[in-house]
């Protein structure tokens, strides 16, 4: 028997002879270019076999199997199989569905979507009708080309709708509520939800986190208490969609609750439950609760130690935040972007600029990861927070991507944090800065003029004011929220329409005459006194 490449290259020299030899009568017989086919190793060895088909014209019976060898190649890092694959699939003549559902799952998860996305218009062009096999893929690549892909996200919802697909299988729903999500488009993925004849334990996960990755994470309680009422069995899915709902709202009484489920249905605590916990509890300033769970952890990954390092640097411990780096180092996890910023934001509130600087640094040339442009406003803030704002302005300006509005905002909330009459300069370039890219922002007017009115340039503030004022922008009402028997109670400065608002200024208006009348004790008095 010859090896694979011996029988490569021996289809090559009848390749090259095929036109000649077929003249005469004599082809390659088929199974014997179906044995090489299915001997070859590599994308060479099947370029080489598609040139004899072209060559002899049998690329329509024999393409098919040539297509199923090219998928099953082992992935290689560039994984240059799928694109032989894919413009393979298009020199098939009359291609069928089946050959589109074989190619769609890879380049869905590829690292490049678009190619399902067009092998899907392909097959429509062609006159092919998506199954239940080609709709879940298809939306999966959709879903990773967010949010521009909503137009065909809502094609193939229409043809889930005229093909009966959307009621028969529950996963083509499923898959579109997971679309509709990531494009943002909330309310199309519960109309979806709320259309599904049948509801597995996946679409109740796929719903609640749709509410929650769209910022509706005050819905997540009541749809939790609706999916167990409808009798589902919650699982580690589900919780860790709880978890991330309570973390974002600050609310810990409802993570606290969440844990309990947890441990009452005495489900396992997996890596990624374990860290959407400790998570939830550090970003709920419950820090002391997220170390002990994170100590308790036998396995842990980069994200479960770059969510104790961004807690401890969110709540004020950055030294905490960079010792924990030192062990992560240690335990041999290398850090992603997530732990950087995380470190960036603890060296900024401690006033820790040469190690910013450092940590900017080996983020870049040490790890090899690029910074984002929270990276780059994070660097910002460690030295404007800390009175370099000139050094920040230069570094602003010497960024290799164009700054985004943050990062000019953070430069400006700097000037505001120190503001003196030698930031002027800065605070005027900033300002015109963010007039180019916000014009119609008007918190950058508040913040200018209040900069300006702290070192006495009146004209200016008037001026910042003025244009704010002939513009029609107003500034946004202040809000703040607390957290009172387990929900959120929200007041918006200027509101008095809210319950209780009467009993809550009368009390106010007795503390402030009480603290009036408080009288200052004499330091030196206390001094000697026991207490």
Not at 3 to 14: E, N, P
Not at 120 to 147: I, M, N, Q, S, Y
Not at 184 to 212: I, K, Q, Y
Request: contains cysteine; positive net charge; aromatic residues 6%.
């Amino acid at each position: 028997m010859l090896g694979a490449t011996a029988r490569t290259k021996q289809l090559a020299v009848l390749a090259a002879r095929g036109r000649r030899r077929s003249l005469h009568g004599i082809a390659t017989p088929p199974a014997a270019v179906r044995a090489l086919i299915a001997a070859a190793t590599t994308v060479h060895h099947l370029r080489q076999i598609l040139g004899h088909l072209l060559t002899s014209g049998r690329v329509d019976s024999l393409g098919p199997a040539l297509l199923r060898r090219a998928i099953s190649l082992p992935s290689s890092p560039h994984l240059h199989h799928l694109p032989f694959a894919h413009r393979l699939l298009l020199s098939i003549p009359s291609p069928t569905l089946d050959l589109f559902n074989l190619l769609l799952p890879p380049l869905a998860s590829s690292p490049d979507p678009s190619a399902a996305a067009a092998l899907f218009a392909r097959l429509r062009h062609g006159g092919l009708r998506p199954d239940e096999h080609t709709l879940p893929h298809v939306l999966k690549a959709l879903a990773r080309l967010a949010p521009g892909s909503l137009p065909l996200v809502a094609c193939a919802h229409a043809e889930a709708v005229k093909s009966g697909l959307a009621r028969a299988v529950v996963y083509v729903p499923n898959a579109l509520l997971s679309a509709y999500s990531s494009c943002g488009h909330l309310r199309g993925a519960m109309r979806v939800f709320d259309e599904m004849p049948r509801r597995t334990v996946v679409s109740w996960n796929a719903a609640l986190a749709a509410c929650a990755d769209n910022d509706c994470h005050d819905r997540c309680a009541g749809m939790f208490a609706e999916m167990v009422e409808a009798g589902f069995e919650p699982d580690q899915t589900t919780f860790v969609v709880m978890f991330s709902a309570a973390a974002e709202l600050g609310n810990l009484a409802l993570g606290k609750w969440a844990h309990g489920q947890v441990v009452n249905r005495q489900l396992d605590m997996t890596l990624q439950l374990g860290t959407a916990a400790v998570n939830m509890y550090a970003k709920c300033s419950a820090v002391s609760y997220a170390l002990r769970l994170f100590r308790r952890m036998t396995v842990r990954n980069v994200w479960t130690w770059s969510a104790m390092i961004v807690g401890f640097s969110h709540n004020g411990m950055a030294r905490e935040a960079l010792e924990l780096f030192g062990k992560m180092k240690d335990a041999f996890i290398a850090p992603n972007h997530v732990t950087f910023l995380g470190l960036l934001c603890a060296c900024s509130h401690a006033g820790l600029i040469d190690e910013g600087r450092r940590f900017f640094h080996e983020m870049q040339h040490v790890y090899g990861i690029k910074p984002m442009m929270k990276h780059y406003s994070a660097m910002v803030d460690v030295l404007g927070r800390n009175g370099r704002l000139q050094e920040a302005y230069d570094f602003v300006m010497d960024m290799p991507v164009k700054p985004d509005p943050v990062v000019w905002r953070t430069l400006l909330s700097a000037c505001q944090l120190h503001s003196s009459k030698d930031c002027i300069d800065i605070v005027d370039k900033v300002q015109k800065r963010l007039l180019e890219l916000e014009p119609r922002r008007s918190g950058n007017y508040v913040m200018v003029a209040n900069i300006y009115s702290d070192i006495g340039s009146w004209d200016k503030a008037a001026m910042a004011r003025r244009v704010m004022r002939e513009g029609g922008m107003k500034k946004m009402a202040g809000e703040s929220c607390v957290e009172i028997g387990g929900k959120i109670q929200r007041f918006i400065s200027g509101d008095d329409s809210c319950p209780g608002f009467e009993s809550a200024c009368r009390i106010l208006h007795e503390l402030n005459i009480n603290m009036r009348r408080w009288e200052p004790v004499d330091q030196i008095l206390l001094a000697g006194a026991d207490i």
